[in-house]
């Protein structure tokens, strides 16, 4: 029988979440996918992104191992050895995402989806009904910022090289430049970072955005940017960079990290009328309906905030309603989120400029050197930010880079959640020694801004 409560399409974070709770509820389901199950975060993103960060991270701590009285700790890194044991456990993870399909009860088919009705999904000629349709496609890198994009590879290539390139430049200055730009340092490799405007991570806090770059710069990778990128060429067995103020920059190998388009091409949402944005993004309504009765989207297909806690979130809450007859609703306003570079960020909440536009607002800083840095002589230093509403005491923001940055932040995010004010922070007694106790220990303000 060809027929189903609910066809997913896509096997990645947010297609697996809504389908393992639809069939939870007992929903007959089909998730069907044309690559490999798990997604970009399983298979080339967040997870084999941060299991690069971790080898990278070691040439550091080789260093401080040694300042800390190891000997005989000397090594070489062979990325093709990495490259080995990363796929045996993207494997295994893939595995993993196949059973819990399988055990939910939902059923799983590989090949490429069409919407060719309402209702009916076309799997390589073969026609499915449902009474509903969730599309959860994802997206996939952009190669059209600036010419000859094409030619550089994408973060998907970059986590498959068995070879370190000697040089490498990475073109963006976002979450997957930044990331892979530190890993690739780590690694070894010369790096050189080219974006367009002054400082890395636009949209993040500026106390933030400004240190990373000192940081990075710190670590030795070259920073070309605060002008406009026009064009990559190949050069000889290297490729060169064109920048609108006339000058190159000359790499090995080229990142290009300069967004990620939803995918919606080949789908057929003409046919069910569904338009999409210019960048392809499908609209959908706060319950992740789109404009097609019967057929919803979630995740980075519909670039809202496109992070997998995001997308799982809105998967949930699509199954929820749907399924489970509990209405439920995303909240995107306070998402806590991490860059893994080294240093690393993590941040929830207002910038100080967001929260500076929309009223008085107290700032609380702290700023130290980490104490195991500090004692194997290293140059890290770590910088905390508090932005408080200077009219009720509660705490909007919560800006961090350091070590474990990410970590302390996802805890501090049931604060924010919950609605804490600076006064909670002051009467939380700290966990001593950590860098974390250093949230509840911020006395006064640095800056007061009235409104
Ligand atoms: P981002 O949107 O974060 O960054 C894109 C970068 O490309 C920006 O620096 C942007 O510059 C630059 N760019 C775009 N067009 C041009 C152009 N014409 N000329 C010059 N520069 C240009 O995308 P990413 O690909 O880094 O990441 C995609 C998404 O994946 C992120 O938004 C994030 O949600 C998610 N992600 C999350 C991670 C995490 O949680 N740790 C890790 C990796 C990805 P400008 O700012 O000047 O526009």
Request: charged content about 25%; some cysteine.
């Amino acid at each position: 029988m060809n027929s189903y409560d609910l066809i997913t399409i896509g096997a990645g974070s947010g297609g697996v979440a809504a389908s393992r709770r639809a069939a939870g509820y007992g929903a007959r389901v089909l998730i069907v996918e044309n690559d490999r199950v798990g997604g970009t975060c399983v298979i080339r993103g967040c997870v084999p992104k941060k299991l690069m960060m971790y080898a990278a991270g070691f040439r550091e701590s080789l260093r401080e191992a040694h300042a800390f009285g190891w000997d005989g700790l000397d090594g070489r890194f062979d990325l093709g050895r990495w490259a080995a044991s990363k796929k045996a456990e993207i494997d295994r993870l893939e595995d993993a995402y196949r059973g819990l399909i399988a055990d939910a009860g939902a059923e799983l088919r590989a090949g490429h989806a069409k919407l060719v009705a309402p209702g009916t999904v076309e799997v390589d000629g073969q026609a499915f009904q449902a009474g509903r349709i969730l599309i959860a496609t994802g997206a996939a890198p952009a190669r059209d910022a600036i010419a000859g994009l094409e030619l550089a590879m994408t973060s998907n290539e970059l986590l498959d090289l068995r070879e370190l390139p000697a040089s490498i430049l990475v073109i963006g200055g976002g979450y997957i430049a930044v990331e892979f730009a530190s890993i690739l340092a780590g690694m070894g490799a010369q790096v050189t970072l080219a974006f367009r405007d002054r400082s890395p991570l636009r949209g993040f806090d500026p106390d933030l955005r400004v240190r990373l770059a000192g940081a990075l710069e710190q670590r030795g990778l070259r920073l070309a940017c605060g002008v406009a990128l026009q064009a990559l060429e190949r050069v000889g067995p290297g490729y060169a960079l064109l920048r609108a103020d006339g000058t190159r920059v000359e790499a090995a190998a080229v990142l290009n990290a300069t967004g990620r388009r939803p995918t919606t091409a080949g789908l057929g949402l003409e046919r069910v009328g569904i338009e999409t944005a210019p960048n392809g993004a499908i609209a959908v309504d706060v319950e992740s309906r789109t404009q097609a009765t019967g057929i919803w989207a979630v995740g980075d297909v519909t670039n809202r905030r496109n992070l997998t806690p995001v997308a799982i979130a809105e998967a949930r809450a699509f199954a929820d309603t749907e399924f489970g007859g509990r209405p439920t609703r995303v909240d995107h306003r306070t998402v806590a989120t991490a860059v893994f570079t080294e240093p690393s960020i993590g941040t929830i909440g207002l910038s100080e400029p967001e929260a500076i536009a929309l009223g008085p607002t107290d700032v609380y800083e702290s700023e130290f050197r980490p104490m195991k840095s500090a004692f194997a002589g290293g140059a890290q230093r770590t910088y905390m930010k508090l932005v408080v509403d200077g009219r009720d005491d509660r705490v909007l923001g919560v800006h961090m880079i350091g070590p474990d940055a990410p970590e302390i932040v996802q805890s501090l995010a049931v604060a924010l959640t919950c609605g804490a004010t600076k006064r909670d922070f002051d009467r939380t007694l700290a966990v001593h020694p950590t860098a974390a106790e250093e949230f509840m220990l911020m006395r006064a303000p640095q800056r007061r801004t009235a409104a």
